[in-house]
């Protein structure tokens, strides 16, 4: 069976792992460092925030972005619904927005008509997916969102590795058009520490709260004491032992263990890169000879150079008269899995309520066709032919 996605884990992986738990610290200790380092200087931003998984990303940044309770938020419909969640939990109010019907993005049109359906004194911040890993429009996002004072989140869980080009070039991660970027670790993600995750950030006030937020809240700075009398010894040094609840925070650490696997998977981030645009590269090729109408890939956008998460088809299955259901069935029997990356989100029962949505015409049409297809580092090229060569005869069936 070749899966919709996996890792890839080396030997040398297993030995970072393996010799972190020969060592003296299995969390808090200098593993945790080391990654966030080298994922800052991976994708050219001056934080990076190590932290237990995606979505405790997309909740520390909603907390320090300083979200509450009734403020409103705009997040694209198709996206995991964790984009959603994370400023939920705060106690925002989700304005889904639409996405373009092919290649599943937020367009600047589709967030004005999310912001004229939202209420100007509540509306804080917009949520922008970098869907399958092909880039949103920041520039064009940025300069809308910036015009009305709203925060800009990427939420780039898909698009480590990619670029490029809105009126100057920039790579996910760098927040170049953005106040901060949230990342998974996840196992089918680009590279893998189990579970974890990260926010990067160029603003130093949004990482000094997010790592307050991932760890209890507790202030370990001396300028941040607020309780003298407890804090310091008679001769002024800070009290050895001290630390204040100055916030109220989370447990949302990553283990030292899972941030060793993340230095070496990050070391390997140009392979998988390299592989994956490879694949995708021989996926585009294939899928023009099939020369179908009723098959056909998610388009890149313009001037960009996507390192892909998901190779996602776009089937028409009313033409071809089969449900998506018995196409993955027939996928399946000839050893080749799918998903379905997403479920618009506005469409889940709890969103039914918490957000009452009008139509998205592009969330449903995108919906209605999207079938990811395999894609990770260890796949070959002649996985490729024989995916393709399976969704062909499916689908001429
Ligand atoms: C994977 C993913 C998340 C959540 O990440 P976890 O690490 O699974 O919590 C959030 N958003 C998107 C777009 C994702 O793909």
């Not at 099939?290 to 890939?297: A, V």
């Not at 009313?318 to 196409?327: E, V």
Request: with cysteine; glycine share 8%; net charge negative.
């Amino acid at each position: 069976m070749i899966p919709y996605g996996r890792q890839s884990i080396s030997e040398d992986d297993i030995k970072a792992v393996v010799d972190v738990l020969r060592g003296d610290y299995l969390t808090t200790g200098p593993a945790v460092g080391a990654f966030e380092a080298a994922l800052a200087e991976s994708v050219g931003a001056r934080h990076a925030i190590a932290c237990s998984n995606g979505t405790a990303a997309l909740h520390l940044a909603s907390l320090a972005i300083g979200l509450e309770p009734g403020d409103q938020v705009i997040v694209p419909s198709i996206s995991f619904v964790a984009t959603a969640n994370g400023p939920r939990l705060v106690g925002a109010e989700i304005v889904f927005a639409d996405v373009d019907p092919d290649s599943a993005l937020l367009t600047p049109a589709a967030l004005e008509d999310a912001i004229s359906r939202a209420d100007p004194q509540r509306l804080k911040a917009v949520f922008v997916v970098h869907m399958g890993g092909n880039p949103a429009p920041m520039a064009e996002i940025s300069a809308i969102a910036r015009a009305r004072g709203l925060k800009v989140i990427e939420d780039a869980c898909h698009a480590l590795g990619t670029e490029a080009e809105d009126g100057r070039p920039w790579r996910v991660g760098d927040c170049a058009f953005s106040d901060c970027a949230v990342f998974s670790f996840h196992p089918v993600k680009t590279i893998t520490t189990g579970e974890g995750g990260a926010i990067t950030t160029n603003d130093d006030g949004l990482a000094r709260r997010m790592r307050l937020e991932r760890n209890h809240g507790l202030e370990r700075e001396r300028e941040g004491f607020g309780n003298e009398a407890l804090a310091f010894d008679t001769d002024g040094a800070t009290n050895p032992w001290y630390y204040e609840l100055t916030r109220l925070g989370l447990n949302y650490r990553l283990t030292d263990f899972q941030a060793a696997l993340g230095t070496t998977q990050l070391s390997r981030l140009p392979d998988f890169l390299r592989r994956r645009r490879a694949l995708t590269a021989r996926y585009r090729e294939a899928f023009a000879r099939l020369n179908d109408d009723s098959l056909s890939l998610v388009p890149a956008p313009a001037s960009s150079d996507p390192a892909l998460h998901l190779m996602v088809a776009l089937v028409d299955f009313d033409r071809l008269g089969i449900s998506r259901a018995k196409f993955m069935n027939r996928l399946r029997d000839k050893g080749v899995g799918t998903q379905v990356h997403y479920i618009p989100i506005h469409r889940q029962p709890y969103y039914v309520k918490a957000s009452p949505t009008p139509e998205l015409p592009g969330a449903d049409r995108y919906y209605a066709r999207c079938l990811s297809l395999p894609l990770y580092p260890d796949m070959t090229e002649a996985d490729v032919d024989k995916v393709v060569e399976a969704v062909r005869a499916v689908a001429q069936g």
